[in-house]
């Protein structure tokens, strides 16, 4: 929390120097850096705009926080009632559909809990609790961890306090780590685990529940709240990841490195 604040600040006083519409301050779920895709995406649109982005990736929840707080230009994330809110309340504006991909359930290729023979997301949490299985949860308020929770309670099951279920409080590479290393299960986006798989010991035991759609939002930080706020490079930003060139950068990110795409475009759908 204080290393995040600790970026903000620093970022902020960089911004003083230079001519606001030149810098602006994305923050953005740990999936889209995780996997790889701000690292494409970010650079193309500072060819293109001549703008520079400082980024602060974390979790959802703190990412709207942060923004509610006034410390950030433009979010991207993939939470979206939580989204939702923070545009109702006026913190945001300007919330467009960006891409999207999916959650799958991973863990260790013996299979303890016998997830693959589930028919429902919600009856593989169901088995994972049943037998006590290792459970790895970010624990940290992120779009990831909102999606966990809404299974468990959907199956009407307590995990947390639960000797088997583990809280890292990370972001999601971090936490796939730490399931590797502890052979348990975790939820994830698809995207990020293709990205860390090669140094992973942890397959695809569940997945293609259509309760486990993932989408995300650009969502631009209300000036009228933070008349600080760079809105035209916010805007510029948004406009660049929902155009024909951002979205074929996001069609085309993975494709040749894992084989399929990462995440599936889906502005102006």
Not at 59 to 72: V, W
């Amino acid at each position: 929390m204080k290393k995040i604040f600790f970026i903000v600040l620093l970022f902020l006083a960089a911004c003083s120097t230079s001519a606001p519409a030149k810098s602006i301050l994305l923050v953005s779920t740990t999936s889209t850096q995780d996997s790889g895709l701000l690292d494409v995406l970010l650079p193309a649109f500072t060819e293109q705009t001549g703008i520079q982005v400082g980024l602060i990736s974390t979790g959802s929840g703190q990412a709207l926080k942060i923004a509610q707080e006034g410390n950030a230009d433009v979010i991207l994330l993939h939470s979206p009632a939580a989204e939702k809110e923070f545009v109702d309340n006026g913190f945001g504006m300007d919330r467009r559909l960006v891409m999207h991909n999916d959650f799958v359930v991973v863990g260790p290729a013996p299979d303890p809990a016998a997830l693959r023979s589930q028919p429902t997301v919600v009856d593989s949490f169901n088995a994972i609790f049943s037998s006590a299985s290792t459970f790895v949860s970010r624990a940290d308020e992120s779009g990831t961890h909102v999606k966990e929770m809404s299974i468990w309670n959907g199956a009407g099951l307590d995990p947390v306090n639960q000797s088997w279920y583990l809280e890292t409080g990370q972001g999601q590479g971090a936490t796939l780590t730490i399931a590797s290393e502890k052979q348990g299960y975790a939820l994830t986006d698809r995207g990020t685990f293709l990205a860390y798989k090669a140094n992973l010991d942890l397959v695809i035991l569940f997945e293609n529940d259509p309760a486990l759609l993932n989408v995300y939002h650009v969502i631009t930080v209300n000036p009228e709240k933070w008349p600080q706020v760079n809105v035209e490079g916010a805007q510029a930003f948004a406009d660049f990841i929902t155009s024909p060139e951002g979205q074929n950068i996001i069609r085309e990110f993975g494709v040749r490195e894992y084989g399929q795409p990462l995440f599936f475009p889906d502005a102006n759908q």
